[in-house]
Structures are given as C-alpha cells and as structure tokens.
C-alpha cells in the first residue's frame, strides 16, 4: 500500500527525489522516511504532518533533506540535496496515525518496500 521510488546511483554532492505513493486509504497519518545502511539499525530521517505543516529532521540531514507530501496525489516526498556517501542507505517511506514518538520507527503501521539510494564519493 505504499510504494517507494527514485532511488539510484549519484555523486557526492548531487541530489534526488524519492517518492511514496499510497493506496488503500493509508494516506491520512503522519508521513516518515527512514533508512538503513548495510549493517546499521535502521533510523530516522524525517517526518510530516498531515497538513504538511510541521516537520521533523534527522540532525544527520538537517538543511539538506526536506520531506514534502501532495495530499491530493496521495504522495509524499523526499528531496535530498547536497548528498554525502554517508546517506548510503536502503530509504523507507511509512505512515502512522498517532502523534508523537515521530522517530520511531514501531510507531508507524504502514511501510514501503525501500528504494535503495548510492552516494559514489
């Protein structure tokens, strides 16, 4: 029910998209991107409200990700600018309907299936 995309290979210093499509009636929570590198927790990156009206950053992506979602679409976003080899990592897109506890990832219901993004250095 939800479905990531827009990973891919790219530079130090590049950019990419990544997108979370919902279906099934699974889009009216709060919206989080989470990822996991090969041998590490996975952890998180951001999350959105409803309304799109607050958000929450990772300190690791602060200034450089930014979480964005189109209601009306039922797609959420994640734009992540100025990529470092570190953000090497498998991203997840999820949903939750309860507030708080936004960086934890038990706390959300609804998971994507992870789009891999590779930052060459």
């Known amino acids: 029910q939800l479905q990531a995309s827009g990973g891919g290979l790219v530079q130090a210093g590049g950019s990419l998209r990544l997108s979370c499509a919902a279906s099934g009636g699974t889009f009216n929570g709060y919206g989080g991107w989470f990822r996991q590198a090969q041998g590490k927790e996975r952890e998180f990156v951001a999350q959105i409200s409803w309304s799109g009206g607050t958000t929450y950053y990772a300190d690791s992506v602060k200034g450089r990700f930014t979480i964005s979602r189109d209601n009306a679409k039922n797609t959420m976003y994640l734009q992540l600018n100025i990529l470092k080899p570190e953000d090497t990592a498998v991203y997840y897109c999820?949903?939750?309907?309860?507030?708080?506890?936004?960086?934890?990832?038990?706390?959300?219901?609804?998971w994507g299936q992870g789009t891999l993004v590779t930052v060459s250095s």
């Open positions: 999820a949903i939750k309907y309860v507030s708080g506890s936004y960086y934890q990832a038990p706390a959300y219901r609804y």
